[in-house]
């Protein structure tokens, strides 16, 4: 079964960093891209970033490029998202999801429960 | 990127078919097939339901279809049941290299 194991979430002042973990079993870790996607309580999904299996191709929302770095360790089955620069409208719970593909099919087969990151002074 | 369109809300009765339409340009839905689907119930992660405009990941029931034509995607849902009352939101790879979500529809079951 495939689980996708976030953390790393809590309060932060605007300004500050937080680093997101996602820790992943149930399948092989490095034959699959994978994205970090988020949601604003009570709003839509938002997609953040996503790293092919090898990290050789990363992408990022306008809404982020520059202030967020996504990674992985295969070795370690873990994705991560450093977030620097926080601002009050990254408040969102954000969920790590597997793509179908080794490069991306842009479609999450598996998601996480999601992790809450709260951005207030 | 703006966000695709989607309609707000949608509702039928248990047993009939309803749809839902998922707008965007040449530059996402219409240039690329990599159209996705996704239902969420509240406080839920988000499932996918169809991948590359009409395809069904194994174990979704066949009630939900996806489709395309021009720059406006589709799902449909068949035989609704209550169990299908949910958040539905499609997404679309961009000629940016990013992916872009649509705005959300509430499925209500009468």
């Known amino acids: 079964e495939v689980q996708l194991v976030e953390s790393g979430g809590g309060l932060v002042q605007p300004g500050g960093s937080l680093r997101l973990s996602c820790v992943a079993s149930g399948f092989t870790f490095d034959d699959s891209a994978m994205h970090w996607v988020r949601q604003a309580p009570g709003k839509g999904l938002e997609w953040v970033s996503g790293?092919?299996?090898?990290?050789?191709?990363?992408e990022y929302a306008d809404s982020v490029k520059g202030r967020f770095t996504i990674s992985r360790d295969n070795a370690k089955n873990s994705l991560y998202l450093q977030m620097n620069s926080l601002r009050t409208e990254d408040t969102a719970f954000y969920y790590c999801a597997k793509d179908r593909l080794r490069y991306f099919d842009w479609a999450c087969e598996s998601w996480g429960q999601g992790t809450l990151v709260t951005v207030s002074s | 990127q703006s966000a695709l369109t989607q309609p707000a809300s949608v509702s039928g009765s248990p047993g009939q078919s309803v749809a839902i339409s998922c707008t965007g340009t040449?530059?996402?839905?219409?240039?690329?097939?990599?159209v996705s689907w996704y239902q969420q119930h509240p406080g839920k992660a988000p499932k996918l339901m169809i991948y590359?405009?009409?395809n069904r990941p194994s174990g979704v029931s066949d009630r939900f279809s996806g489709s395309k034509s021009g720059n406006t995607a589709s799902l449909t849902i068949s035989g609704l049941q209550a169990e299908d009352e949910a958040d539905y939101y499609c997404?679309?790879?961009?000629?940016?290299?990013?992916?872009?979500f649509g705005t959300g529809t509430k499925v209500t079951v009468l």
């Open positions: 790293v092919s299996f090898n990290s050789n191709r990363i």
């Open positions: 040449s530059s996402d839905v219409g240039g690329y097939n990599y």
């Open positions: 997404t679309s790879y961009t000629s940016s290299s990013t992916l872009v």
């Open positions: 590359d405009v009409s």
